[in-house]
């Protein structure tokens, strides 16, 4: 596995476990559909929130949820017009990134409603 495959893997752990102790359901990791993609995808009662995890090591660039750009936030929204579909879902639901920064210890930070 790759260096940046690997923290990414870690990064949605952490992030998965992070929505967990805040309460939310984890309902799938790596949804799939058709080329599109949703790192996490969780729930509580009326609600569904569609997570885009980004890690990062080196901020030189920007920060990790600024390469979500508008193609990748297009994409997600694809993934889960069909997971919505594909389950009936009749709730709210919602689009957040949650960046991470991996330096001598992870930083995260959990942006709510980050596209539409």
Not at 19 to 31: H, S
Not at 61 to 85: C, L, R, Y
């Amino acid at each position: 596995m790759s260096k940046s495959n690997k923290l990414g893997s870690e990064g949605e752990q952490l992030a998965a476990h992070y929505l967990e102790n805040k309460g939310w359901k984890i309902l799938e990791m790596n949804y799939r559909h058709s080329r599109y993609e949703i790192d996490l995808i969780a729930s509580k009662p009326k609600m569904l929130i569609f997570v885009e995890v980004k890690a990062r090591t080196n901020i030189s660039f920007g920060n990790p949820e600024a390469f979500v750009d508008d193609k990748k936030a297009e994409n997600v929204m694809k993934a889960a017009d069909h997971f919505i579909h594909e389950h009936n879902w009749q709730g709210d639901i919602r689009f957040d990134i949650i960046s991470i920064f991996k330096k001598d210890f992870m930083e995260l930070e959990h942006i709510e409603d980050a596209f539409h």
